[in-house]
């Protein structure tokens, strides 16, 4: 079966610290990843995405994703959170079709 | 248009109304997908077009939900005798690549939200 797991529901972070929201999958091969953000009354925009290669992804906006096969992962990560990020961030994978997790919310204190 | 257009943005209906929602997606997409997405939930696959095709409607919850796409362009959503429980917002996707969905980035509309009372 394929599955994508947030274990995070919610996620507190000071403006300017670190970020790792983290994503877990199930699928019998090679997935394709995504990670999406949603902010309020908008729809999904794309991060960014793995398919093969390097397991370190870069995407927009200064968030980075690393695949491990090992872990089943594809955290999401950012160096230094701007109050803008907040948002809710959803970790998909596609195998017969585009799964999406429950996803994180983010919130940032200034 | 430059992206995934639905329409309405907001919809409210009496439960046992029947509601359409449109979605057109960007020009030349291949691929059109529906998700649902409730309140504090990821989006949950609804059904997929390749062009005017319905490949898979797997996700589609009940025979009340029924979605077509007759030209390969514009795809509408259609709920019958709608239920409380079909509140949620609909969210429709585009991809232009036509070898199946698990390769192409998917481009999505802001949503409809549909609340049934």
């Known amino acids: 079966a394929q599955s994508v797991t947030q274990p995070d529901i919610h996620i507190t972070v000071s403006e300017g610290a670190s970020l790792e929201l983290r994503c877990n999958y199930s699928?019998?091969?090679?997935?394709?990843l995504f990670w999406y953000v949603q902010s309020p009354g908008q729809g999904l925009q794309l991060l960014l995405k793995?398919?093969?290669?390097?397991?370190l992804v870069q995407g927009i906006k200064g968030f980075e994703a690393e695949f491990k096969r090992s872990q089943s992962s594809f955290n999401l990560r950012k160096p230094s959170v701007h109050w803008s990020d907040a948002a809710e961030y959803f970790c998909?994978?596609?195998?017969?079709?585009?799964?999406f997790g429950t996803g994180t919310s983010l919130t940032v204190i200034p | 248009g430059a992206g995934v257009s639905q329409s309405p943005r907001y919809k409210v209906a009496k439960r046992g109304q029947d509601v359409a929602l449109r979605c057109d997606p960007i020009?030349?997409?291949?691929?059109l997908f529906w998700y649902q997405q409730a309140l504090g939930q990821g989006p949950e696959f609804l059904t997929y077009?390749?062009?005017?095709?319905?490949?898979?409607k797997s996700g589609l919850p009940s025979d009340r939900f029924f979605a077509e796409r007759p030209e390969g362009s514009v795809s509408t959503l259609k709920i019958q005798r709608t239920q409380q429980e079909d509140s949620a917002v609909y969210l429709c996707?585009?991809?232009?690549?036509?070898?199946?969905?698990?390769?192409?980035?998917?481009?999505f509309g802001e949503g409809s939200r549909l609340t049934v009372l």
């Open positions: 793995y398919f093969s290669g390097d397991t």
């Open positions: 998909a994978l596609t195998g017969n079709q585009f799964y």
């Open positions: 077009f390749q062009n005017e095709a319905q490949l898979d």
């Open positions: 020009s030349g997409h291949v691929s």
């Open positions: 996707a585009s991809s232009l690549v036509g070898s199946g969905p698990n390769t192409g980035e998917l481009f």
């Open positions: 699928y019998g091969a090679t997935p394709y």
